[in-house]
């Protein structure tokens, strides 16, 4: 067999065509880029990376506290120092992506193709947020009895109460620890790529007129 | 400094209900972007490479994308 016979039979195979998608798709170079445009000098562009440097310390808070078992850190007090930790971590997470939202969406950050990074980020933003609030009624005090009893009100009231029961502390610390954080975790993992694959998205044009040219032209209003 | 196990304080005005500590967060999630916007980035004193440019060694431009309507 020749060497061309030899990779014609390769390329016939599910995981050479994988590779050469992948390869094709994220090249090393966009994979892990030593350049980037000019734009990326501005703050407005760091609260991404800031996000996922928040979410790395949630996860690493979160395992610790998760090996060590839930009321772990009522009895502790480097218990009560990871949990800290973990609730403060938890706290910068929601602020820099919420801010992260902000620039992204006053700069129609779907533009170009990007639609499947926009989705991938509403995706983790509401992950979180179920994480965040399973977490809340995972904290077997006072706190999480409250909200937990007043979340089984409102949720009751959709019908979701027979599959999430925020009085079910297996069930929640279950979504808590295993479920939406592997969720979020991936789904954050996806976003990156897909930035990859795309290109961070550009400024809008600093003149008004340019700016209606962008939407004209986004919505396929062209001239 | 800040007692947090204490009772919380609330603002209500009709129907808008807030915690202090969740409007002070929200104000300075607003103050943050603002300034992120308005303060120059301190990297812009590095040479920069032009978006949407394939610049050679010797500075010549090889390709210039930028006029095209590819990323909008």
């Known amino acids: ?223 | 400094m800040v007692n947090l196990n204490g009772n919380s304080k609330v603002l209500h005005y009709g129907w808008f209900l807030i915690t202090y500590s969740n409007l002070m967060v929200i104000v300075l999630m607003f103050l943050v972007f603002i300034i992120a916007i308005a303060l120059p980035s301190p990297t812009r004193k590095h040479k920069i490479i032009e978006p949407n440019k394939e610049v050679a060694k010797d500075g010549q431009v090889i390709s210039d994308t930028s006029a095209g309507g590819d990323d909008l």
């Open chain 1, 1 to 223: 067999m020749t060497r061309s016979e030899k990779d014609d039979n390769l390329s016939d195979q599910w995981t050479a065509k994988v590779r050469t998608l992948v390869v094709e798709k994220l090249p090393p170079e966009k994979l892990l880029p030593d350049t980037q445009p000019a734009y990326l000098t501005s703050w407005a562009y760091t609260f991404g990376i800031l996000t996922i440097s928040a979410l790395s310390v949630v996860i690493i808070s979160g395992t610790v506290l998760a090996l060590s078992g839930p009321s772990w850190w009522h009895v502790s007090s480097i218990g009560r120092f990871v949990n800290s930790l973990h609730l403060w971590s938890v706290e910068l997470f929601f602020f820099f992506m919420v801010i992260h939202l902000w620039t992204k969406f006053f700069m129609a950050a779907w533009r170009g193709g990007r639609t499947l990074t926009w989705m991938t980020g509403v995706i983790a933003f509401l992950a979180s947020i179920g994480a965040a609030f399973t977490g809340y009624v995972s904290q077997l005090n006072f706190d999480s009895q409250w909200i937990s009893t007043q979340a089984k009100d409102g949720l009751n009231s959709t019908g979701v109460g027979a599959y999430f029961n925020p009085l079910n502390f297996g069930q929640m610390l279950a979504f808590h620890i295993a479920i939406l954080p592997a969720t979020v975790v991936i789904i954050v993992v996806l976003h990156i790529l897909m930035v990859r694959v795309k290109g961070i998205v550009p400024p809008l044009p600093k003149k008004r007129n340019e700016i209606l040219d962008v939407a004209n032209e986004y919505s396929g209003d062209k001239k």
